[in-house]
């Protein structure tokens, strides 16, 4: 991958189009965002406060940033992944909460429909989408199914030739502002009740019959410039607006999930650096004891980690643009979409937890970046799919496979596996062991968060390989090993706590005082 660099001062905005070549587009994308959160706004008040004004968006969306999602089919720019994952860093280092309406926008819609979409309807949205600046997103969760998507109740039924859509989602990010949504329903066939099987569906919110009724708005708890809510879903649809899948509706939508959390590295890739560059020159200024904090070992020590987790994250986003491109199926690629998920927002909130630890009280404020950063990564650890979920299902899918190899002992099979066996030789003390087929699921869940790490350490050596700052790559090959170590402590210990009957309650300690 060639390095994006432009020359000059940014074009205006209303000066680059789908043919400015990528480092001028990026610049100026970047410009404007400098000017309308550090100039214009003081985006930590403004990050304090939900939406956004409408200047702030229409500033930000003034280049129509969107085009590079778009293939160069359909007017956009080219749909590059490279030069999306470089967007969306841009946009995360100023706000993780823009970055991930990027993501919204990018990998739950315009990904999807340029993949899956009927011509007529694919043509008509993502022309929209670069010409008129539209947004769109994607509404799976509903209140009583959240992980357990599968078992969705939303329905469909054929009226007339069109698609008559009934049920009730919620925590759909961009709730009331998006212009198109993807809605997922199952069939509903009369005496045989709703299928098993899943289908996606492009929804015009502008159109007649197509409008989708906001219940209630959520007071999120972080992530203020989104929002969420409930949502009623009561629409008739073309049956061109329905997404074809290549086989079945669930293999097309774990391709785009997996898909989606492959490109998480892109919106933590900012995140991470401003929050080096915030903890670095916070301890450069900050005097404690005749001296500034970067002279303690323990400042160092976090500074340390942050950087590795920058590192960690640098090493995903090339493979997120060598591995996420659409001309790939991502399906049967669980392992390795949950791994990189899972482990990039661990990263993202540890990373937001030391830099307050080392800023102290005042980043202990919504309107500092600090304090904004803890509520704001928080959630990428929760929604598609929570992590403790996504650490068993690693582990599950790790047993199967080495049950298909007829392999038992851990070394053995990460070696010859594509994605640890770099790692594995650097490891082999830690992992030679034999994995028990039945574990009990916290087992799996910290077994899960081993291997995630193990693949993310893979990743790092690949980059040391391709000719990276080696002092930077043995600095997060060595917090990865130190992290690595803890978990299989973890996984090895064999007591198991039980949780006691809570009807019993729970003893006072006054009822022990004295003698």
Same mark, same amino acid.
């Given at each position: 991958m060639q390095p994006f660099a432009a020359q000059g001062p940014p074009l205006k905005?209303? /000066?680059?189009?789908?043919?400015?070549?990528?480092? #001028?587009?990026?610049?100026?994308?970047?410009?404007? !965002?400098?000017?309308?959160?550090?100039?214009?706004?003081?985006?930590?008040q403004?990050?304090?406060?939900?939406?956004?004004?409408?200047?702030?968006?229409?500033?930000?969306?003034? %280049?129509?940033?969107?085009?590079?999602?778009?293939p160069s089919q359909f007017g956009g720019r080219s749909g590059s992944i490279e030069?999306?994952? =470089?967007?969306?860093?841009?946009? @995360? &280092?100023? @706000? *993780? =909460? !823009?970055? *991930? #309406?990027?993501?919204?926008?990018?990998? *739950?819609?315009? /990904?999807?429909?340029?993949?899956? $979409?009927?011509?007529?309807a694919r043509q008509a949205v993502l022309t929209d989408f670069v010409d008129n600046r539209k947004m769109g997103g994607l509404m799976i969760t509903e209140p009583g199914y959240g992980s357990d998507a599968l078992h969705m109740q939303t329905s469909w039924a054929e009226q007339d030739g069109r698609c008559h859509l009934q049920g009730t989602k919620h925590w759909a990010g961009l709730t009331g502002w998006a212009d198109y949504w993807l809605l997922t329903a199952r069939r509903l066939t009369p005496g045989k009740g709703l299928a098993r099987d899943i289908d996606f569906f492009i929804c015009d919110a502008n159109a007649p019959g197509q409008r989708v009724v906001v219940e209630e708005t959520f007071k999120n708890l972080g992530?203020?410039?989104?929002?969420?809510?409930?949502?009623?879903?009561?629409?008739?649809?073309?049956?061109? %607006?329905?997404?074809?899948?290549?086989?079945?509706?669930?293999?097309?939508?774990?391709?785009?999930?997996?898909?989606?959390?492959?490109?998480?590295?892109?919106? =933590?890739?900012?995140?991470?650096?401003?929050?080096?560059?915030?903890?670095?020159?916070? %301890?450069?200024?900050? !005097?404690? $004891?005749g001296r500034n904090l970067l002279g303690y070992d323990q400042v160092q020590a976090r500074l340390a980690r942050i950087q590795s987790a920058v590192t960690i994250c640098s090493a995903m986003c090339i493979n997120t643009c060598e591995r996420a491109g659409l001309e790939h199926d991502l399906a049967a690629r669980g392992l390795e979409a949950n791994a990189i998920k899972t482990c990039i927002t661990d990263l993202m909130q540890d990373a937001a937890q030391s830099l307050l630890q080392l800023v102290g009280?005042? $980043? &202990?404020?919504?309107?500092?970046?600090?304090?904004? =950063?803890?509520?704001? @990564?928080?959630?990428?650890?929760?929604?598609?799919? @929570?992590?403790?979920?996504?650490?068993?299902?690693?582990s599950e899918t790790l047993l199967k496979q080495m049950?298909?190899?007829?392999?038992?002992? !851990?070394?053995? &099979?990460?070696?010859?596996?594509?994605l640890t066996r770099r790692a594995s030789d650097r490891l082999r003390k830690l992992l030679d062991f034999t994995l028990d087929e039945t574990l009990a699921q916290r087992k799996l869940t910290e077994l899960g968060e081993a291997v995630s790490r193990i693949v993310a350490m893979d990743l790092v050596i690949k980059l040391g390989e391709r000719g990276f700052d080696r002092q930077l790559?043995?600095?997060?090959?060595?917090?990865?090993?130190?992290?690595?170590?803890?978990?299989?402590?973890?996984?090895?210990?064999?007591?198991?706590?039980?949780?006691?009957?809570?009807?019993?309650?729970?003893?006072?300690?006054?009822?022990?005082? $004295?003698?």
């Open positions: 905005p209303e /000066q680059v189009d789908s043919s400015t070549p990528f480092p #001028v587009f990026l610049q100026s994308f970047k410009a404007s !965002l400098e000017n309308v959160f550090r100039i214009r706004e003081d985006l930590d403004l990050s304090a406060i939900r939406g956004l004004p409408p200047y702030v968006l229409r500033e930000v969306m003034a %280049c129509s940033p969107f085009s590079t999602f778009v030069e999306g994952v =470089a967007l969306v860093e841009a946009a @995360s &280092y100023e @706000s *993780l =909460a !823009l970055a *991930l #309406v990027f993501g919204i926008n990018w990998a *739950l819609f315009i /990904q999807p429909v340029a993949k899956y $979409g009927q011509t007529e992530l203020y410039m989104i929002p969420y809510g409930r949502n009623l879903i009561d629409v008739t649809l073309p049956a061109s %607006c329905r997404l074809l899948p290549h086989s079945t509706g669930i293999k097309m939508m774990l391709d785009l999930l997996h898909r989606s959390r492959m490109h998480f590295p892109a919106m =933590a890739m900012g995140f991470l650096t401003r929050i080096l560059d915030e903890a670095t020159s916070h %301890c450069r200024d900050r !005097l404690v $004891g009280a005042k $980043g &202990y404020r919504l309107d500092h970046i600090a304090g904004r =950063a803890i509520v704001d @990564s928080r959630p990428f650890q929760i929604f598609e799919g @929570s992590n403790d979920i996504l650490y068993v299902q690693i049950k298909v190899a007829r392999e038992r002992n !851990l070394f053995r &099979y990460l070696s010859g596996f594509e790559v043995d600095g997060s090959l060595a917090n990865l090993e130190q992290e690595i170590t803890m978990q299989l402590a973890h996984y090895a210990f064999e007591f198991r706590s039980e949780l006691v009957e809570p009807e019993r309650g729970h003893p006072s300690w006054r009822d022990f005082c $004295g003698e």
